[in-house]
Structures are given as C-alpha cells and as structure tokens.
C-alpha cells in the first residue's frame, strides 16, 4: 500500500517569513494530493490540493508543487501569519479510490 | 459549500455504556463517509468506510462489532461505540466525499467528537 512520509514534524517560522513543508509517497499510481490544516481540537480543513496532471498551484499565500518523477510533494505558505500556527497533514490517493493516505503532521508555530 | 457537522462535539459516559456519533453532509450528498480516529499529537487513522446502503467496510485491527457504522441515507451516517471502556477514548472525526461533479475526489471533514469514557 501506499506510504506517505511527512517532513519536518516540527517548524517554527518568525511572522512574514516562508515555511515549507514536505512529503514523499511511494505509490506511483497516486494522483491526488490534498493539504489540510488543523487547528486544535478541530477537525482538518481542506486547504489546497493538486493533482497529478498539474506541477504546480497557487493560492493567495499558499502554494503547492508536486514533482511526479521523484514523488514528492511540498506545501509552501509565503507571507506567515500567527493564525497558520496549526499542524498540517498531507495526503495522497488515486484519483477515484476512496482512501487517503495521511502524512504524520507538520505542527507550524508563527512567532509573531 | 461543502460542509460537513458532527454531534455531539464532546461526550462523557461511564465505562459500559453506547455512544453514538452523527456525521451529517449539510449542502452536498456524499455516497461515501469515512471514520477516523486520532490520539493526541498523532495523524489520523482510518477506522472504517461507509457506503450509502452497504455494510462498511473496516480497517485492520477495528472491531466490527464495538465501532457499529450505519450509512443510511446520503448525508448521515452514524458511528455507534459499543460497551465503551476507557481505552475507547479518542477524538473522532468523519468526512465525506461528494457525489459527483469538481471535488469528487476530495474528502471534507467534520469538527470531530471527543470522547471520554471514565
């Protein structure tokens, strides 16, 4: 099955600077690449995804690339705000599978 | 759109009794919900997977018969927490998927349920 590793577990970025978080999968045939945030005692919130016919996507602040070849996928967030503090968990399935494989979670703190 | 309620968020039962848990999909019909469950500081595990009309599906190592899952119409499904004991407590949380159109393959989650089990 699938494997998803998530990197770093831990990051702490002053206000105004980039944070970047990363994530390897193992299946080729994964083609879809969801983000989501999660605030404590919250549920994930979908935040940005790709897929896998796409290299890169962008959202005001938030960015994702996705380099097939190596299977790896990063989550860029520009411009950091105290309010991204929150642990974010990276995914991946196929297209039309029902699963998604979850990374370990990246715990983002926002020094203001 | 794509909002997705749990309830209750927090309950407290005495070790031996159910639990039950509900999913609910407020603006989108979603054939399949998914169960997950997550300790503290952990990712999220799936526990099982629903499909509306259909028996669920369960991951390795989940007890079909203490974590009883009904789909019963496109935008409910039910988690029920049999003669829960202490190690049953936990944050769940369910999402769903949506039916047909842009985002099918995209899963939405609830707010999560945390369960105390004394």
Known sequence: GENVEQHPSTLSVQEGDSAVIK??????????????????GKGPQLIIDIRSNVGEKKDQRIAVTLNKTAKHFSLHITETQPEDSAVYFCAASYFTGNQFYFGTGTSLTVIP | GAVVSQH??????????????ECRSLDFQATTMFWYRQFPKQSL?????????SKATYEQGVEKDKFLINHASLTLSTLTV????????????????VVAGVGTDTQYFGPGTRLTVL
């Open chain 1, 23 to 40: 994530c390897t999968y193992s299946d080729s045939a994964s083609n879809y690449f969801p983000w989501y945030k999660q605030e404590l």
């Open chain 2, 8 to 21: 209750p968020s927090r309950v407290i039962c005495k070790s031996g009794t159910s639990v039950k848990i």
């Open chain 2, 45 to 53: 595990m799936l526990m099982a997977t629903s499909n509306e009309g």
């Open chain 2, 82 to 97: 049999t003669s829960a004991h202490p190690e049953d407590s936990s944050f769940y949380i369910c999402s769903a998927r």
